[in-house]
């Protein structure tokens, strides 16, 4: 069983399976905004195609006009750029500017398991032990466990995985499949044990960083 490096964070269970708890700021760490961000400005994107394809069909694309449309395109994805902007500004003010995640991976996948905003990452760390309890059979810390993790949790599934991006000065790795794209956050002195636990046992993913 792969150990992670000495003074990692990572806790390793009995049975191979390892969890962590990460703690960023909203404010700081540019991940989240920029995965809204996209979004946001992809869907616009797909407005403004649809609009001139619905011109260019009924003859009413005129070469032109094409500044005064461009105009109007470029309000369109300004709007939905600023609309991601408030959007995530009222959600990191909502989340006391930080945003803390339970990980836990074995063979099979990782689990992205969001706590409760008003756990801190010290606090969160006791979920670790926690869980460790319900392995062990300790009821007192099973107790602890159940009124700090959240059901929100997002699984990734290592087989179906299709890419990986990785972002060593962020700490970040993308795992993608499919119809779902998840992002993998550590300790960057923990970054190369789990990006390469997670290479290794993705047989179908193309690697893009």
Same mark, same amino acid.
Request: aromatic share 12%; charged share 20%; proline share 5%.
């Given at each position: 069983?792969?150990?992670?490096?000495?003074?990692?964070?990572?806790?390793?269970?009995?049975?191979?399976?390892?969890?962590?708890?990460?703690?960023?700021?909203?404010?700081?760490?540019?991940?989240?905004?920029?995965?809204?961000?996209?979004?946001?400005?992809?869907?616009?994107?797909?407005?403004?195609?649809?609009?001139?394809?619905?011109?260019?069909?009924?003859?009413?694309?005129?070469?032109?006009?094409?500044?005064?449309?461009?105009?109007?395109?470029?309000?369109?994805?300004?709007?939905?750029?600023?609309?991601?902007? %408030? /959007?995530?500004?009222?959600?990191?003010?909502? #989340?006391? =500017?930080?945003?803390?995640?339970?990980? &836990?991976? @074995?063979?099979?996948?990782?689990?992205?398991?969001?706590?409760?905003?008003?756990?801190?990452?010290?606090?969160?760390?006791?979920?670790?032990?926690?869980? %460790? /309890?319900?392995?062990?059979?300790?009821?007192? #810390?099973? =107790?602890?466990?159940?009124?700090?993790? &959240?059901? @929100?949790?997002?699984?990734?599934?290592?087989?179906?995985?299709?890419?990986?991006?990785?972002?060593?000065?962020?700490?970040?790795?993308?795992?993608?499949?499919?119809?779902?794209?998840?992002?993998?956050?550590?300790?960057?002195?923990?970054?190369?044990?789990?990006?390469?636990?997670?290479?290794?046992?993705?047989?179908?993913?193309?690697?893009?960083?």
């Amino acid at each position: 069983m792969p150990q992670p490096p000495a003074g990692s964070s990572i806790i390793v269970d009995q049975d191979g399976t390892y969890r962590w708890v990460f703690e960023y700021s909203l404010w700081r760490d540019p991940t989240v905004f920029l995965t809204i961000l996209k979004i946001f400005a992809g869907v616009a994107l797909g407005i403004v195609i649809v609009m001139e394809l619905v011109n260019l069909f009924d003859g009413g694309w005129d070469i032109a006009d094409l500044g005064e449309r461009l105009r109007f395109d470029a309000i369109i994805l300004a709007f939905a750029c600023g609309l991601a902007t %408030l /959007g995530y500004v009222v959600y990191a003010l909502m #989340q006391g =500017g930080k945003y803390c995640v339970l990980f &836990t991976m @074995d063979d099979a996948g990782v689990e992205f398991r969001p706590l409760p905003k008003e756990v801190k990452r010290a606090e969160a760390v006791g979920a670790l032990n926690v869980l %460790l /309890g319900l392995a062990t059979g300790s009821p007192s #810390q099973v =107790g602890i466990g159940l009124t700090t993790a &959240t059901n @929100d949790a997002m699984v990734s599934t290592f087989a179906n995985v299709r890419s990986i991006q990785g972002y060593p000065r962020r700490g970040v790795i993308k795992v993608n499949e499919p119809l779902a794209k998840n992002q993998v956050y550590v300790e960057k002195s923990d970054y190369d044990f789990v990006y390469g636990f997670i290479r290794a046992r993705c047989p179908h993913a193309k690697l893009r960083g």
